[in-house]
């Protein structure tokens, strides 16, 4: 299998994250590619290229522009208004409230006052090469999508940092550009037909549901953690099932605490009918590895041999497949859960003889 890798990534370097009101060390950091990438190459059966630039329209086809702007020229402008702080996190968050009844929002002069109409958490700093590193992951995306339009069944894009949370015109949740979105969206443009996109990160992709929540002509299916409990708390309820001309083009399937291997394949299953019963040829996987039941900050208990039966199952639907990187934060066993998980893809054996023993 083709693997699109960039070492770009090791440039979005944060060092925090907040949590109950402390700064805690970075869960999403560029240790998590590294062991991807190690456990591919030792594989043998994977091959690695560097991804093509495709510039700003892919993105801005799906993003605001005025998020793209902000996120290009954040970093300089941060450093030359004075700042000295090597993480940017919001301060204040314009949600509508604040506004109510007073008019329309003015966008703040300084950065600082900036981040708050873009990011929606303080999970989500950007550092001196976020930018740099969060472009290369929409590259890694599209280049594993042109592989795969000419004519590999299957292609692995290694992106980082993730993209799902990121909507339209919002980021966070470790993510800047929707690297998934970018890629489904491409993908109708490229092939004239619907995309379905299967999302199974432990957390509910909001930023792609977002996206295309109108839009008959992407499905977007998830299995995540129930939004009653989890992260990002505002989406990812089962009655989220699309609107307008979108309306069925949405499936939450909400996972409950501590779900087990045999409670996931059955919600997988109901996911890969809808998938089934959608037209197209192409398939985008948003593949988080936080479902994990050693991750540590996540509550379900899958267990690495599940991860080649999700595979071999998304591989029986018979489209073509761009598998995109998400979470998963559990570093020791990250690596080889997805080269699992691409091995079902691929057709191959169960192969648990590299998974160290920590
Ligand atoms: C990204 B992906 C801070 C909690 C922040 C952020 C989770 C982002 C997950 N108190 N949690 O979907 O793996
Ligand atoms: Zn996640």
Known sequence: ???????????????HEL?????????EVPE????????????????????????????TLVHDPAMLAFLETAWHDWVSSGETADEIFPDTFVLPALREGMGPVRAPGTVRGAVGMWCFDTATPMVEGTYAAARAAVDVALTAMD????GEPSTYGLCRPPGHHAARAMFGGYCFF??????AEQLTRQTGEPVAIL???????????????????????????????????FAGFADETGADAGAGAN??????????????LAHLDRGLEAIAGFGGSTLVVSLGIDTYGRDPICDLALTTEVYHEVGRRVAALGRTTVVLQEGGYFVPHLGENVRTW????DGRGLDLSALPDV
């Open 342 to 345: 691409l091995r079902g893809l």
């Open 251 to 264: 499936l939450n399937l909400p996972l409950p605490l501590g779900c087990s291997n045999e409670e996931y």
């Open 178 to 183: 929707n690297n998934a979105a970018i890629v």
């Open 199 to 233: 999302d199974v990160d432990y957390h509910h992709g909001n930023g792609t549901q977002q996206i295309f929540y109108g839009r008959a002509d992407v499905l977007y299916v998830s299995l995540h953690g129930d939004p009653d409990r989890a992260y990002p708390y």
């Open 147 to 150: 592989l795969a339009l000419g």
């Open 1 to 15: 299998m083709r693997v699109v890798h960039s070492p770009r990534h090791r440039s979005h370097d944060p060092k």
């Open 32 to 59: 998590r590619a590294e062991s991807i990438r190690r456990s591919l190459a030792a594989d043998g059966a994977f091959t690695f290229e560097e991804p093509t630039e495709h510039g700003a329209e892919p993105i």
């Open 19 to 27: 949590a109950d009101g402390e700064a805690i060390d970075a869960y």
